[in-house]
């Protein structure tokens, strides 16, 4: 009876540490995705080429979207200088005044 205890003790051991290393492994294998080639010539690294069909092919790898201009506390990205109401997602000129909106380091803030 000990026998068949220590046995099945070492087959559950065996069996974690087994899979826990499995585990690792993937986390460090490079993710390799296989699919069927398309019907249309489209380049692989273009994700708007189905949903874009005007899309240039050739085109270097499009800029990420631009944050939005307000965070979820309704904070602006860009602000006025002179501090003047509201703002914008960009640097561009204030609306009211013709400033030059500055940066606002409390849009990244959480």
């Known amino acids: 009876m000990k026998k068949v205890f220590f046995f099945m003790t070492l087959l559950f051991c065996l069996a974690v540490l087994s899979s826990c290393k499995e585990q690792s492994k993937t ?28 899309a240039d092919p050739n085109a270097a790898a499009q800029a ?6 307000q965070n979820a506390k309704g904070v602006w990205h860009y602000t006025c200088a002179k501090g003047c109401e509201g703002g914008a997602g960009t640097q561009t000129a204030c609306a009211k005044c013709g400033a030059q909106l500055v940066h606002n380091q409390a849009y990244h803030e959480q």
Do not use: C, L, R
């Open 64 to 69: 990420p979207p631009p944050a939005p201009a």
């Open 27 to 54: 986390e460090d294998a490079p993710q390799v995705e296989t699919t069927a080639p398309a019907t249309t010539p489209a380049p692989a690294a273009d994700p708007n080429a189905a949903t874009n069909p005007t």
